[in-house]
């Protein structure tokens, strides 16, 4: 009988409650959006996962920093041994809440900033970049572990390295350079060409030896093409494997990106819902289909679930970004 090991980190998703409506939102979350979680409900899914193994969690949103209960949240994930890493626009983080984020033992602090002043405010809206830099300095003023995460879509992949300088000047402790998938709000027209994606992720690897006091992290199944040798994607997409997600709503998906119901946890516990789920088994045994299926990577990296899941309504499909499968059809 199949067994899946359990994932070592979730993303948690408390509430679709935001002050803001950022074009590329996963959540669909806005000012209107649910405020989902009671205190009490989210110890208990916190509870769940601990029981199951998982070690690291990270609480997102919506805007989690709108929650009045995060600093109490974070507490008490670290009282059950779990690492715990939020996100946020930056509107709501003052010095007073950075301060109580660090007493309770917060891991890291998560500032999404999306490009350039003029890219992030078009993406994110008018003022919102010098709200996420102000929330930047205040994290790192009191000590807070802090990462930029740059979503790279069509529209500003080329500010990769003006983000990169961006860090660096700002002195934080790690940027992440997330994949854009077209889910929630995010429109399939801002997806990465094929090609763009790759020399993203070239500039990418040439930056770690460019900046090596800064933790560089990227979420891409397909840097194990570009350094196979190298422990940069952690054997490939790991979508259902190490990583899941649960929604404001108590689906459980098996990522932040991936928007399929493996069950709901009003109707079963997390460890029941993963260890039943016959897409967690499809996902362990990498039954990936078209390009990803012949290609000498299938188990470094495996091809994105969850962009195959957003373009073609079929989580084995063919990672629709990937180059090495687009130069092919090309030859």
Not at 45 to 61: K, P, R, Y
Request: aromatic share 6%; hydrophobic share 40%.
């Amino acid at each position: 009988m199949f067994k899946p090991s359990y994932p070592l980190h979730v993303v948690f998703i408390l509430s679709n409650h935001c002050n803001l409506s950022c074009i590329h939102c996963s959540s669909n979350a806005d000012k209107e959006g649910d405020k989902g979680y009671t205190t009490n409900r989210a110890k208990e899914i916190l509870w769940q996962m601990n029981d199951v193994g998982v070690v690291d969690v990270a609480f997102s949103g919506g805007e989690p920093l709108l929650r009045r209960d995060l600093i109490e949240l974070v507490a008490y994930a670290r009282s059950l041994n779990m690492t715990v890493g939020t996100s946020t626009n930056g509107y709501p983080l003052t010095e007073k809440t950075a301060d109580k984020l660090k007493q309770a033992g917060l891991s890291r602090l998560q500032v999404s900033i999306d490009g350039t002043q003029e890219a992030h405010n078009a993406i994110r809206g008018p003022g919102s970049f010098q709200k996420a830099l102000e929330a930047v300095k205040i994290a790192l003023e009191v000590g807070l572990k802090t990462h930029i995460c740059f979503t790279a879509m069509r529209r500003n992949a080329h500010l990769l390295p003006d983000m990169l300088e961006l860090c660096a000047q700002l002195g934080v402790d790690g940027f992440n350079l997330s994949q854009f998938i077209p889910t929630g709000r995010g429109a399939l027209s801002d997806g990465l060409e094929p090609d763009t994606a790759h020399a993203l992720l070239q500039t990418w690897l040439a930056a770690k030896a460019d900046y090596p006091d800064m933790y560089l992290s990227a979420h891409s199944s397909g840097l194990a093409s570009l350094a196979p040798d190298a422990d940069a994607c952690r054997g490939g997409c790991q979508a259902g494997i190490s990583i899941a997600c649960v929604t404001a709503e108590g689906d459980v998906t098996p990522c932040v990106m991936f928007p399929l119901s493996l069950g709901n946890l009003k109707d079963a516990p997390f460890g029941e819902i993963w260890s039943n789920s016959s897409h967690i088994k499809a996902l362990h045994q990498r039954d990936v289909k078209g390009g990803c299926a012949s290609c000498s990577f299938k188990w470094e990296c495996g091809g994105c679930r969850a962009a195959a899941w957003a373009v073609d309504q079929d989580m084995m499909a063919e990672d629709p970004y990937c180059w090495l499968i687009h130069d092919k059809l090309s030859a």
